[in-house]
Nanobody, 115 residues
């Protein structure tokens, strides 16, 4: 059974950094793409970043240059390093994958950027 567990969220001041983790089980992150999404208060969930099977990455334009998605194949975990955080980055962050014809999501982790 595919399981995704996010962690690492919290309260951070503008300009600060956080690293989110997405611990995966039931599949291998090195042979499947994994995406990060976020859902700001009162808004729809939206794409943030993806790491593909070949290790290539892509980002939503507003986070490009500030966020970095990586993976650790040994720990079977995907990370989202977030730097230069802005108040508009405040959201619940989710990781996602599509394995064995099933779209799977984690429970989310709250990121709040505020002074």
């Amino acid at each position: 059974q595919v399981q995704l567990v996010e962690s690492g969220g919290g309260l951070v001041q503008p300009g600060g950094s956080l690293r989110l983790s997405c611990a995966a089980s039931g599949f291998t992150v090195s042979t499947n793409f994994v995406r990060w999404y976020r859902q700001p208060p009162g808004k729809e969930r939206a794409f943030v970043a993806i790491i593909n099977i070949d290790g290539s990455t892509n980002y939503e334009p507003s986070v490009k240059g500030r966020f970095t998605i990586t993976r650790d194949n040994v720990k079977n975990t995907v990370y989202l390093q977030m730097n230069s955080l802005k108040p508009e980055d405040t959201a619940v962050y989710y990781c996602n994958t599509y394995v064995r014809y099933t779209d799977s999501w984690g429970q989310g982790t709250q990121v709040t950027v505020s002074s």
